[in-house]
């Protein structure tokens, strides 16, 4: 069974960088788009960044643009999230998520995404 598990959170402070990674296991990753969400305590669920299968391609959430940057390693089944000048507002639970579809672009919609991780908490403090 594949599945996606996500490190590199913690708690870093304001102004600070952070990289987070997702490795997958089983499966074949190269095959999918991979995205990044993000959700804080009582608020909804949050595109930040996708990438495509074959690592060509990225999208991001306008306002995340500059400061996160999404890549891939198809040798390590392995997507990150780099992350810098971080905020407080940033804080939030990082998941990382697998297209349904194999060969596809990159998307900002959770429902176009059938496997997620747990995710890894990011705290900024000011």
């Known amino acids: 069974q594949v599945q996606l598990v996500e490190s590199g959170g913690g708690l870093v402070q304001a102004g600070g960088s952070l990289r987070l990674s997702c490795a997958a296991s089983g499966g074949t990753f190269s095959m999918y788009g991979m995205g990044w969400f993000r959700q804080a305590p009582g608020k909804e669920r949050e595109f930040v960044a996708s990438?495509?299968?074959?690592?060509?391609?990225?999208y991001y959430a306008d306002a995340l643009k500059g400061r996160f940057i999404i890549s891939r390693d198809n040798a390590r089944n392995t997507v990150y999230l780099q992350m810098n000048s971080l905020k407080p507002e940033d804080t939030a639970v990082y998941l990382c998520?697998?297209?349904?579809?194999?060969?596809?672009?990159?998307?900002?919609?959770?429902?176009?995404?059938?496997?997620w991780g747990q995710g890894t908490q990011v705290t900024v403090s000011s």
């Open positions: 990438v495509d299968w074959r690592g060509e391609r990225t």
């Open positions: 998520a697998r297209a349904k579809m194999t060969f596809g672009g990159t998307t900002r919609w959770a429902y176009e995404y059938g496997l």
